[in-house]
């Protein structure tokens, strides 16, 4: 104690930055589209490699990365734990293997989930397994880590033609609104679409009116508090940070309620492999992360936050990105 304390006291004789005042309030890891399966590796619709075995060993060192830190607060899985070409006989297996992974981590997961986790099993089967609070088969909720902050995970596939039963009320909205907007006999072709309409194919998805009101409650009381809120989807919001094909089905208006407030700081998300980083017109960043997926052997894709009063710090590993995410205090 004596130590930290004749060190702030050099510092501000000096007129050095105080040593304290570099510590994070707390830090997290963060990982996204591990996409596990046990096949050999193939490429996505557009070409790129896919490593679906080696992306089981890039968890496993991103888990033994975090543990080794020994100051992790807790991770955020940020979707699509298997791929969807896992061979279906398979898919109950590895969730498992993969949830068992991921609590090899000395700490609190967080999970959401991604279409490849809906194209494995419907929700009332994967929640459970990776342990999401839920009404109804709802994927989203809210935490408070610290006083400092809140972070909110949004279900992204609210509105969706996967996850849920076939004859479920979403299921037939979401059905509806792609035929209103996609021509294409393939839902999951972008083929003929102009600019963010790009974004209306099958493989993403909507946050539903109720997940919209209990979001602005959230932020409106968020306010009151004085925390500043994280928002975490599988789904990206910003088409600032990533292609339109990624985006989520009505980002604008998730964004119309997030706007409405001052204490988003930061929208983080998956899904789109490549990842990606914009501010949009209000200040707010969008950090879409890297997937875990496209890492070929010996490579990984994984990283930790740092969470500070005033930024948050991505210290990124491999094809992770590191970023510094500062944003301005009331």
Known sequence: MCWNCSLSFMGSVNGLTNIRGKQPLFSFGVISDV?????????????IPRYYRHSVLVLERAVKHWNQLNRLRF??????????????????????????????FNGHVYHMIGNHCLY???????????????????????????PEFRFVVLDGYDISAIGWPQDHPKTLQAQQFLREKNPNIDMNSPNGLMGLE???????GAVGKEQLDWLDQILKDATMLNQKVVVCCHLPLDPGAISEEALLWNCDEVMEVIHGYKCVKVCLAGHDHKGGHSIDSHGV???VLEAALECPPGTDAF????????????????????????????
């Open 303 to 330: 990283g930790y936050i740092d969470v500070h009063e005033d930024r948050l710090s991505l210290v990124g590993t491999g094809k992770m990105e590191s970023s510094e995410l500062h944003f301005t205090l009331p």
């Open 120 to 146: 494995n099993l419907p929700r009332n089967e994967l929640l459970p397994l990776l342990k999401i609070p839920s009404i109804e088969g709802s994927a989203y909720y809210e935490f408070s880590p610290t």
């Open 75 to 104: 991770t955020i899985n940020f979707g699509d734990i298997v791929d969807g070409f896992c061979p279906k006989d398979q898919s109950l297996s590895s969730v498992k293997k993969m949830v068992s992974e991921f609590e090899k």
């Open 285 to 287: 960043h969008h950090r």
């Open 198 to 204: 790009r974004r209306f194919l099958m493989f993403n």
């Open 35 to 47: 996409q596990y399966a046990d096949i050999p590796d193939g490429r996505s619709f557009i070409g």
